[in-house]
């Protein structure tokens, strides 16, 4: 697959199905995203993947801290809506009226029962910083997650990076045993898409290129 092939056929899947994905192609597909650059080669990541047992152990819990609405602490805090840019909030406005059209009235439920459910991944990685990084290294870590995910694209494997996956960062620190000088970033839900599910016809629009790229010659 072309690289450009990559990159458009990736999406964020919301429901996967229970095939499993195997540790040691997930293991090559982590080691070829390491080629991302970094601040003076800093490579200041840390990845916990979790399968199996210790997934199931994090998805029950996960899952009973949805029910009980438990607050959520994530190490990154979410951003109110109110203070992105306005273009910002104008996207996430857009991709958010849509939502209904393909799932219905209920839609924030369909959408808080997969998000509970860890969207069925049967892989998630959970990509970690030392306590006290520079936002130099949130660069890094984005160019670094981007290669799993067209690694993972190019393996047909599917994904979805969520901030839902690190709001109960506890649950992680201790079936991950990630260490307290180390802060959870994000996590990269991986699988195969089930393409009968509905939730993953959500779609999402990109702006014109017009409206954000200025050349000077
Ligand atoms: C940092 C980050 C956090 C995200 N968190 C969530 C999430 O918690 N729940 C969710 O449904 N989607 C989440 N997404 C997915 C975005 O909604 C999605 O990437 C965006 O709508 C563009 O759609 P696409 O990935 O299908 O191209 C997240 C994406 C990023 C990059």
Redesign the pocket.
């Known amino acids: 697959m072309e690289v450009k092939q990559a990159i458009q056929k990736?999406?964020?899947?919301?429901h996967f199905t229970d095939q499993k994905i195997d540790s040691k192609q997930l293991k090559e597909m982590i080691g070829i995203a390491q080629k991302a650059p970094s601040w003076v080669n800093s490579q200041p990541q840390k990845v916990y993947v979790a399968q199996g047992e210790t997934l199931e152990a994090i998805r029950k819990q996960q899952q009973e801290l949805a029910i009980t609405g438990a607050k959520t602490n994530s190490d990154i805090p979410p951003m109110s809506r109110k203070r992105w840019s306005e273009q910002a909030q104008k996207n996430m406005a857009e991709?958010s009226h849509g939502i209904p059209a393909v799932l219905g009235d209920n839609w924030q439920e369909t959408?808080g029962k997969?998000?509970s459910q860890l969207?069925n991944a049967q892989a998630v990685v959970y990509l970690t910083l030392p306590k006290g990084y520079t936002p130099w290294s949130l660069f890094d870590l984005?160019a670094f997650?981007q290669n799993i995910l067209l690694a993972t694209t190019e393996q047909g494997i599917d994904s979805?990076?969520?901030?839902?996956?690190v709001?109960y960062p506890q649950i992680l620190r201790e079936e991950l045993n990630i260490p307290s000088d180390e802060e959870i970033i994000?996590g990269i839900g991986l699988g195969f898409e089930d393409e009968q599910a509905q939730v993953n016809r959500?779609?999402?629009k990109?702006m014109d290129t017009e409206s954000i790229l200025k050349i000077k010659k």
């Open positions: 990736r999406h964020s899947v919301r991709w959408l997969e998000a969207y984005g997650s979805i990076v969520a901030y839902n996956f709001k994000v959500i779609t999402s990109r």
